[in-house]
């Protein structure tokens, strides 16, 4: 949307605040499912964070699942939505719990421990389960994590590109903890998770060439070892084990997933939101769907005006790509100095002379799911240029912080 129709769509809110334009939300979702090409996505909650987005999307053709990022969380989900259609949802909790009140609940409630799976990347794993719930305990769902990040040195793991992840890296590996996971009485396995997060995390195509070549390099090569290794695991895991999924990917790596016959999956949720970190990828271009807006509140100099708060980092390096990037009106960038602040952020630019006190700055964020944690509602826009906002909460806004 243009400044135009945003602030007259949000004329009667006072920022700061956050809006989803859902004209943008619901194309970036038919365009990740067009990217599938009729590989199921499941929806990574993480980088959403608001339960009626997470439904809406999950009501869209080419949508099935959601990969949680934490057990409490995906007990919440499926408690909410037991008595809709989108009961029974199949929920992974794409990383380790360590949440001993979490599992007891999960082994004590039987639609729960229908739909929802949880990863293991180890034997620990195994055993915090089983003291966690002690013998005779229900039938827990599992899913084995494999590393497929990249070991160029013949799988020396002293060069390791990519997350540090799953221990579980070779095709024998991953056969030996499905052959323990198959002893464990009360433990299925259930599915397999591969992400390859030096692919689908990091934009091919950023303001440095050099940067940009030396990364397409890499992730081309990356891509044919995992290709070969991931495939093998997913033979090995099989050959003792039958798998319900194998789910690999992410908004960056949907075209090299879709390409590998192992996996029946495909894992995306920050191309829903289109964040600032996803503007340095060459296959895709979403939409900006969620903005928020900053009210500026001082013009100390020319060319210069301030907006209250805005300092809104993403998690990871503490690098320029965190700081969240002014929107609108365009020409604006933030200063080197105070980059955007927790209570005033400066912002520079011929765009700033046309500003006054009260008018706003609409801002992006680096990541998609982690303005949720600043904003307990969400204003929804449909994005075609009418007046109307209606608000929905955040997870937060929910009263839930899972994080």
Same mark, same amino acid.
């Given at each position: 949307?243009?400044?135009?129709?945003?602030?007259?769509?949000?004329?009667?809110?006072?920022?700061?605040?956050?809006?989803?334009?859902l004209a943008a939300f619901d194309s970036n979702a038919a365009d990740l499912a067009r990217r599938a090409d009729g590989r199921p996505i499941r929806v990574a909650s993480k980088s959403v964070r608001c339960r009626p987005l997470l439904e809406r999307v999950l009501r869209a053709p080419?949508?099935?699942?959601?990969?949680?990022?934490?057990?409490?969380?995906?007990?919440?989900?499926?408690?909410?939505?037991?008595?809709?259609?989108?009961?029974?949802?199949?929920?992974?909790?794409?990383?380790?719990?360590?949440?001993?009140?979490?599992?007891?609940?999960?082994?004590?409630?039987?639609?729960?421990?229908?739909? /929802?799976?949880?990863?293991?990347?180890?034997?620990?794993?195994?055993?915090?389960?089983?003291?966690?719930?002690g013998p005779g305990h229900p039938e827990i769902r599992v899913c084995l994590e494999l590393d497929v990040s990249w070991r160029?040195?013949?799988?020396?793991?002293?060069?390791?590109?990519?997350?540090?992840?799953?221990p579980v890296f070779t095709p024998a590996q991953a056969r030996a903890l499905a052959v323990e996971i198959g002893r464990r009485p009360g433990i299925a396995l259930v599915g397999v998770m591969a992400y390859e997060g030096q692919i689908a995390g990091l934009g091919d195509d950023p303001m440095s060439r050099p940067r940009g070549a030396v990364l397409r390099w890499m992730q081309k090569r990356s891509g044919a070892e995992l290709l070969r290794r991931r495939s093998a695991a997913i033979r090995a895991v099989r050959s003792v084990a039958e798998l319900e999924? /194998?789910?690999?990917?992410?908004?960056?790596?949907?075209?090299?997933?879709?390409?590998?016959?192992?996996?029946?999956?495909?894992?995306?949720?920050?191309?829903?939101?289109?964040?600032?970190?996803?503007?340095?990828?060459?296959?895709?271009?979403p939409r900006p769907s969620l903005l928020y807006a900053v009210p500026v509140v001082r013009r100390p100099a020319p060319r210069v005006a301030t907006v209250f708060a805005g300092g809104y980092l993403a998690s990871g390096p503490a690098d320029k790509?965190?700081?969240?990037?002014?929107?609108?009106?365009?020409?604006?960038?933030?200063?080197?100095?105070?980059?955007?602040?927790?209570?005033?952020?400066?912002?520079?630019?011929?765009?700033?002379?046309?500003?006054?006190?009260?008018?706003?700055?609409?801002?992006?964020?680096?990541?998609?799911?982690?303005?949720?944690?600043?904003?307990?509602?969400?204003?929804?826009?449909?994005?075609?240029?009418?007046?109307?906002?209606?608000? /929905?909460?955040?997870?937060?806004?929910?009263?839930?912080?899972f994080g």
């Open positions: 949307m243009d400044q135009r129709s945003l602030d007259a769509a949000t004329a009667h809110l006072d920022p700061p605040f956050a809006v989803v334009d080419g949508y099935a699942g959601v990969m949680a990022y934490s057990l409490a969380e995906a007990l919440w989900l499926s408690e909410a939505w037991a008595d809709t259609d989108l009961a029974g949802t199949d929920i992974l909790v794409a990383y380790p719990t360590a949440d001993r009140a979490a599992l007891r609940e999960l082994a004590g409630r039987e639609r729960a421990r229908a739909a /929802v799976s949880v990863i293991v990347d180890s034997v620990a794993h195994l055993d915090f389960i089983a003291a966690a719930l160029p040195l013949f799988g020396d793991p002293k060069v390791h590109v990519g997350a540090l992840r799953s999924f /194998v789910n690999g990917g992410g908004t960056g790596s949907v075209e090299l997933t879709r390409a590998d016959p192992s996996v029946t999956e495909i894992a995306a949720g920050s191309g829903l939101i289109g964040p600032a970190l996803f503007d340095d990828y060459r296959a895709f271009t790509a965190r700081l969240p990037r002014p929107h609108l009106p365009g020409g604006l960038r933030l200063t080197a100095m105070e980059g955007a602040g927790e209570v005033q952020t400066p912002v520079i630019g011929e765009a700033a002379d046309r500003l006054r006190v009260g008018d706003r700055v609409w801002m992006r964020h680096a990541k998609a799911g982690e303005p949720a944690e600043r904003f307990t509602e969400y204003h929804l826009i449909d994005g075609t240029g009418g007046t109307d906002a209606t608000a /929905v909460p955040t997870y937060r806004g929910e009263g839930k912080s």
